[in-house]
């Protein structure tokens, strides 16, 4: 049984800038309380550094399922996206999250939200208030003439197609991905990148939550989580740096290297 607080797969304040972020699975609402202001490359070393007692589970022999305990199932799997088109051949595939990286969503009213989606659950319609982060349409439409770009999304279908419809004005997200594409593992919505039929070395995915990327840390660009600081200018920094990895052989090595400087 669906209820509001599991349709939207988010972060919350206290959890902004874990490294071990758990269930997500809490809609958090608007304060007038900025969150924590972190710069990319500060993120990005932080989380792509960070120390683990257990080395995560790392999948790279696309498309193979990780199962709930993190093993690497035998068991061939159908990959989640389609061939790539020919307007995208050669390109990245950049992988987008949408909560707390594109966009903030609340089932409490907010007087200057963006767009206003309803979202029926159990038979009754709810109201889910949006607010676009800054600067968040000039980054799809430069990511979309750059990359091969998937929105690849925790929160249900119900919720995150209307919003993706609205944000999406040029056609950026050839696929999206939904809960369902995720694997559930240790509380988390893991989003493995093995499984979407791509050169894992030309995979990029752009997230705030390191959990959603913990299969696969040497293919993640962090991004701080976004609530309502309408001076942000994360999107608008990251512009530059996904520009020049869009023209890399291989991420992994690039990201390596870049974790290891900052």
């Known amino acids: 049984m669906d209820n509001?607080?599991?349709?939207?797969?988010?972060?919350?304040?206290?959890?902004?800038?874990?490294?071990?972020?758990?269930?997500?699975?809490?809609?958090?609402?608007?304060?007038?309380?900025?969150?924590?202001?972190?710069?990319?490359?500060?993120?990005?070393?932080c989380c792509l550094c960070r120390d683990q007692?257990?080395?995560?589970?790392?999948n790279n022999n696309a498309p193979l399922l990780v199962e709930e305990n993190g093993t690497v199932s035998k068991i061939q799997v159908k990959p989640l996206l389609p061939p790539a088109k020919s307007k995208d051949s050669g390109k990245i595939c950049l992988v987008i999250d949408l909560d707390e990286t594109l966009?903030?969503?609340?089932?409490?009213?907010?007087?200057?939200a963006d767009f206003i989606i309803p979202v029926e659950?159990?038979?009754?319609?709810?109201?889910?208030?949006?607010?676009?982060?800054?600067?968040v349409d000039e980054f799809l439409k430069r990511m979309?003439?750059?990359f091969e770009c998937v929105l690849f999304t925790?929160?249900?279908?119900?919720?995150?197609?209307?919003?993706s419809d609205l944000l999406d004005k040029w056609g950026t997200f050839r696929c999206r991905l939904f809960r369902e594409s995720c694997v559930f593992h240790q509380k988390n919505y893991v989003k493995d990148l093995s499984r979407l039929g791509r050169d894992l070395n030309k995979v990029i995915i752009l997230d705030n939550s390191p959990a959603s990327y913990i299969f696969h840390p040497d293919n993640a660009v962090p991004v701080a989580s976004w609530f309502d600081d309408m001076s942000d200018?994360?999107?608008?920094?990251?512009?530059?740096?996904l520009e020049s990895l869009s023209k890399v052989d291989n991420v992994c090595t690039v990201l390596k290297q870049q974790a290891t400087s900052s």
């Open 154 to 163: 925790a929160s249900l279908a119900k919720y995150a197609d209307p919003v």
């Open 144 to 146: 979309g003439e750059l």
């Open 121 to 135: 659950i159990d038979g009754t319609v709810h109201q889910v208030y949006v607010l676009k982060r800054p600067h």
């Open 53 to 58: 007692q257990e080395p995560p589970p790392v």
């Open 233 to 241: 200018t994360e999107l608008l920094d990251l512009i530059p740096f």
């Open 4 to 45: 509001p607080s599991s349709v939207i797969t988010q972060v919350s304040r206290d959890e902004e800038g874990s490294t071990t972020s758990t269930d997500r699975g809490t809609s958090p609402t608007l304060s007038t309380k900025k969150p924590r202001s972190r710069g990319f490359f500060s993120i990005f070393s």
């Open 103 to 112: 966009v903030h969503s609340s089932f409490k009213p907010v007087n200057n």
